[in-house]
T-cell receptor, first 113, second 112 residues
Framework: KQEVTQIPAALSVPEGENLVLNCSFTDSAIYNLQWFRQDPGKGLTSLLLIQSSQREQTSGRLNASLDKSSGRSTLYIAASQPGDSATYLCAVRGGGGSEKLVFGKGMKLTVNP | DARVTQTPRDKVTEMGQEVTMRCQPILGHNTVFWYRQTMMQGLELLAYFRNRAPLDDSGMPKDRFSAEMPDATLATLKIQPSEPRDSAVYFC??????????FGPGTRLLVL
């Protein structure tokens, strides 16, 4: 059974710092991995999707990497801003044709001005 | 700006009552998902449909939960009878097969 872990559960940093968020998963036979952002009281917004054949994806100040063999992904946020404050969730989709996503419990990020 | 919509946004009910949650997926999306989010368990998939047919409902308590897609523009999730442990935020998401899932704003359910 796939398990996804995000440590730490919360992080508070001053504005301007470069951040690395970690995600680990137990079964390396994945189809893809996604990073989502969730604002309080809102739904999830997809940030980046990495296919199993890819090593990284970039969007603006965000860069996500995937090391399937070691069961790890990182989300790098450059020059953090208060508007980046949210909960970040990692989710993996397994192989075999299922579209089921298995989520980590998320990391709550607070960027202080 | 296409979005997944969910109704109601908030629901408070008493134990034993029936609860119906509705979702309108993004037009053209052929895959619809129902998730439940709690502090303890995080986000869990309850069920999903492709082209209105249920593909996986293994995450759903069968005795009290049911999910349907009466047509391509409506998905429903019903709980009957509801219990306090069902209190959670229920999310609907839609997407095209194999691609990114787009989430709705959720229905916050409180069962007293």
């Amino acid at each position: 059974k796939q398990e996804v872990t995000q440590i730490p559960a919360a992080l508070s940093v001053p504005e301007g710092e470069n951040l690395v968020l970690n995600c680990s998963f137990t079964d390396s036979a994945i189809y893809n991995l996604q990073w989502f952002r969730q604002d309080p009281g809102k739904g999830l917004t997809s940030l980046l999707l990495i296919q199993s054949s890819q090593r990284e994806q970039t969007s603006g100040r965000l860069n996500a990497s995937l090391d399937k063999s070691s069961g790890r992904s990182t989300l790098y946020i450059a020059a953090s801003q208060p508007g980046d404050s949210a909960t970040y969730l990692c989710a993996v989709r397994g192989g075999g044709g299922s579209e089921k996503l298995v989520f980590g419990k998320g990391m709550k990020l607070t960027v202080n001005p | 700006d296409a979005r997944v919509t969910q109704t109601p946004r908030d629901k408070v009910t008493e134990m034993g009552q029936e609860v119906t949650m509705r979702c309108q997926p993004i037009l053209g999306h052929n895959t619809v998902f129902w998730y439940r989010q709690t502090m303890m368990q995080g986000l869990e998939l309850l069920a999903y449909f492709r082209n209105r047919a249920p593909l996986d409902d293994s995450g759903m308590p069968k005795d009290r939960f049911s999910a349907e897609m009466p047509d391509a523009t409506l998905a429903t999730l019903k709980i009957q009878p509801s219990e306090p442990r069902d209190s959670a935020v229920y999310f609907c998401a839609s997407g095209l097969q194999g691609e990114t899932q787009y989430f709705g704003p959720g229905t916050r359910l409180l069962v007293l």
